[in-house]
């Protein structure tokens, strides 16, 4: 049982470049969540899911999408990188019955 | 917008003194939770106080529910190098599953 897995742990993307950070559970919770946690501050909500096929913004949704075709997966697109977007990436989820949110490890991503 | 806010930011403490952090909300919430994170690690989930004036304990820690259910707090007993990292509180926005997250408050322990 791994929980939540996140990937890449670490990137370094040029501005304007693409990337997908990849995220999976396996905790079969319906709920699943982007967070960013710049330096020394909280954490962001970007985007979050109830379910497959249903996702909604968060907080800070701008310059990022995402999509839920399974339980399991909720990537997070990063279209055209901005330095303002570096940042730490938690992915996390979390079952309708109980509200504990579990955390993957984050993902580093820096733009230069 | 809804802001959950914390205090102090940051709090630096000698081994065994109390430590208190604070989380105050904008508008009512129906629950709270917190979280701590230990450094270049993610946030674990500590507990969840719903009931207004709840006030649960874990060991040396004390968490309760303010009366209006709009503040709480994290309060440490005699503090130990391991409770190192930052405690975040968090409250549901747009409902249940719209987690927002205070900015956290980093304890740092001299042994």
């Known amino acids: 049982n791994a929980g939540v897995t996140q990937t890449p742990k670490f990137r370094i993307l040029k501005i304007g470049q693409s990337m997908t950070l990849q995220c999976t559970q396996d905790?079969?919770?319906?709920?699943m969540y982007w967070y960013r946690q710049d330096p020394g501050m909280g954490l962001k909500l970007i985007y979050y899911?109830?379910?497959?096929?249903?996702?909604d913004k968060g907080e800070v949704p701008n310059g990022y999408n995402v999509s839920r075709s399974t339980t399991e997966d909720f990537p997070l697109r990063l279209e055209l990188a901005a330095p303002s977007q570096t940042s730490v990436y938690f992915c996390?989820?979390?079952?309708?019955?109980?509200?504990?949110?579990?955390f993957g490890e984050g993902s580093w991503l820096t733009v230069v | 917008g809804q802001q959950v806010m914390q205090i102090p930011q940051y709090q630096h403490v000698q081994e065994g003194e109390d430590f208190t952090t604070y989380c105050n909300s904008s508008?009512?919430?129906?629950?709270i939770q917190w979280y701590k994170q230990r450094p270049g690690g993610h946030p674990v989930f500590l507990i969840q106080?719903?009931?207004?004036?709840e006030v649960k304990k874990q060991k040396r820690l004390t968490f309760q529910f303010g009366e209006a259910k709009k503040n709480s707090s994290l309060h440490i007993t005699a503090t130990q190098t391991t409770d190192v990292g930052t405690y975040f509180c968090?409250?549901?926005?747009?409902?249940?599953?719209?987690?927002?997250f205070g900015a956290g408050t980093r304890l740092t322990v001299k042994p």
């Open positions: 996390a989820c979390s079952s309708p019955t109980g509200n504990t949110i579990y």
């Open positions: 905790m079969n919770h319906n709920y």
């Open positions: 899911s109830v379910g497959a096929g249903i996702t």
């Open positions: 508008t009512t919430l129906s629950n």
């Open positions: 106080l719903v009931k207004s004036g």
């Open positions: 968090a409250g549901p926005f747009r409902g249940n599953n719209d987690m927002r």
